[in-house]
């Protein structure tokens, strides 16, 4: 069965700092699709980036990257120079690839707060 | 640009009594879900629906819940006898074909939380 781990529940950060979450997944399919989701206080959720598994390359989009490494079934995020407006939870998410309609497996979030 | 809508963004009612919560889509998108979120926990699976049926359903999905896509652009999700546990946000997502053969990224509504009291 899938899963997906979010080991930090809560972190804390002051503003500037860098910040990494952490996400640890579980399948046996060989080829698999990865997300990150924002859900900021208003609850909705924010796609943020998807990572197909044949592809390792890390990612960068303005202040936060990606990094994926398969030999540790880890899909990290790491935002840099955080801001306030950064402060939401932050949920990783599996699917397999299949013809037809993918369910999405989500890890159990982690709250991120950053004080100014 | 196009984004999911939900309605409404609250709904209050009494257990035993039938709700229906809407969801329109993104316009050309293909396949159509469900997941709900208990209050400080994770985001769970419910039911996806595509070409008029359901292609998967999660064991939360028990026979209170069905959905439906009425019209074109509508697709909904009924809880005939509602209970105190199913108290949650519930979210409407859609995706479209990607050219690998698989689904795309699936964008997600801003939810109705539910509350049965």
């Known amino acids: 069965a899938q899963k997906v781990t979010q080991a930090q529940t809560e972190i804390s950060v002051v503003e500037k700092e860098d910040v990494t979450l952490d996400c640890v997944y579980e399948?046996?399919?060989?080829?698999?699709?990865l997300f990150w989701y924002k859900q900021p206080p208003s609850g909705e959720l924010v796609f943020l980036i998807r990572?197909?598994?044949?592809?390792?390359q890390n990612e960068i989009s303005g202040r936060y990257s990606w990094n994926f490494q398969k030999s540790t079934s880890s899909f990290n995020f790491t935002i840099t120079a955080s801001q306030v407006v950064d402060s939401a939870v932050y949920f990783c998410a599996l699917s397999d690839v299949i013809q037809g309609a993918q369910k999405l497996v989500f890890g159990q979030g982690t709250r991120l707060t950053i004080n100014p | 640009e196009p984004e999911v809508t939900q309605t409404p963004s609250h709904q209050v009612t009494q257990m035993g009594q039938e709700v229906i919560l809407r969801c329109v889509p993104i316009?050309?998108?293909?396949?159509f879900y469900w997941y709900r979120q208990i209050l400080g926990q994770k985001v769970e699976f419910l039911v996806s629906f595509y070409n008029n049926e359901i292609s998967e359903k999660s064991e939360i999905f028990d026979d209170q819940f069905s959905v439906e896509r009425p019209d074109g652009s509508n697709f909904t999700l009924k809880i005939r006898s509602t209970k105190l546990e199913d108290s949650a946000m519930y979210f409407c997502?859609?995706?479209?074909?990607?050219?690998?053969?698989?689904?795309?990224?699936?964008?997600f509504g801003p939810g109705t939380r539910l509350t049965v009291l």
């Open positions: 990572r197909n598994s044949f592809d390792e």
């Open positions: 316009s050309n998108h293909l396949y």
């Open positions: 399948t046996r399919d060989t080829t698999y699709y």
């Open positions: 997502a859609s995706s479209d074909w990607s050219y690998s053969g698989a689904t795309d990224t699936q964008y």
